[in-house]
């Protein structure tokens, strides 16, 4: 059986390089250095994961799509709450934790019924259920195809 991971709160994105203005000014030349931030989409996971985390998601799992010839995404990740207040929850905690450490922002679908909360960041997409409409959809099987790393509960 494979080791679950337990994430910690990801890091803010490192410096991965700098641009350079030239500003003149009354006659003055300004050189400013502007930081920019390097996003990944391994920063995006973990911040998916950390938010699913934080408000004590059960049975969280990634699939890694990527080698599935068209697939919607390059990463699923599932999890399950006990009720829809917990799916709300875990689904703002996900908004919150990726705007944080990434500064984006996805499209949510299924808040206003909380049985199955999708959040949608282009390459990652996921996925918030109550229990009984996870086991109905079963994504895990629906793409069995993918790798399923299993991901250790708070």
Not at 24 to 30: C, D, L, R
Not at 104 to 120: K, P, R, S, T
Request: net charge positive.
């Amino acid at each position: 059986m494979a080791k679950k991971e337990k994430l910690t709160e990801p890091k803010p994105i490192k410096v991965k390089k700098t641009t350079t203005a030239i500003k003149k000014t009354n006659g003055e030349v300004k050189k400013t250095t502007t930081a920019v931030k390097k996003k990944t989409k391994l920063d995006l996971l973990d911040a998916i994961i950390f938010g699913m985390q934080e408000k004590k998601a059960h049975n969280i799992v990634c699939l890694d799509m990527r080698s599935i010839k068209g697939s919607l995404a390059d990463y699923f990740v599932i999890c399950n709450g006990n009720s829809r207040t917990q799916t709300s929850a875990i689904s703002k905690s996900i908004e919150e934790q990726v705007f944080k450490h990434t500064g984006e922002h996805g499209h949510v679908e299924g808040e206003q019924n909380a049985e199955w909360i999708l959040l949608d960041y282009f390459d990652i997409i996921a996925h918030v259920f109550i229990e009984e409409k996870r086991d109905f959809y079963a994504l895990e099987k629906l793409w069995g195809d993918a790798e399923i790393k299993k991901i250790a509960n708070a």
